[in-house]
């Protein structure tokens, strides 16, 4: 079991980028690394995330905006997120999904608020 910690939150006006990063306590090589997202008044939805061979898989309204991206040498995962929305606005949690079990490890989370 890995415990996660986010980092790169914070305010940014419209249009403008962030990059959060997600550092674990030990190896990420057998976990499916991700981000998720909460907004105040609804429920968690996915973000991005990417398998140990490095595909990608994004949620629709962050496609073409955000990248997904993981440093296993530095058990760390990355979200570029640029272009950034008002609707962006919310707290991200980074989640580690171990192959073998299925099981999941969530970060504490990291606020993004965009707005001018």
């Known amino acids: 079991q890995v415990q996660l910690v986010e980092s790169g939150g914070g305010l940014v006006q419209p249009g403008g980028s962030l990059r959060l990063s997600c550092a674990a306590s030990g190896s990420i090589n057998n976990y499916v690394m991700g981000w998720y997202r909460q907004a105040p008044g609804k429920q968690r939805e996915l973000v991005a995330t990417i398998t140990v061979s490095a595909s990608t898989n994004y949620g629709n309204s962050v496609k073409g905006r955000f990248t997904i991206s993981r440093d296993n040498a530095k058990k760390t995962v990355y979200l570029q997120m640029n272009s950034l929305k008002p609707d962006d606005t919310a707290v991200y949690y980074c989640?580690?999904?171990?192959?073998?079990?299925?099981?999941?490890?969530w970060g504490q989370g990291t606020q993004v608020t965009v707005s001018s």
């Open positions: 989640n580690a999904r171990r192959i073998a079990t299925q099981t999941n490890n």
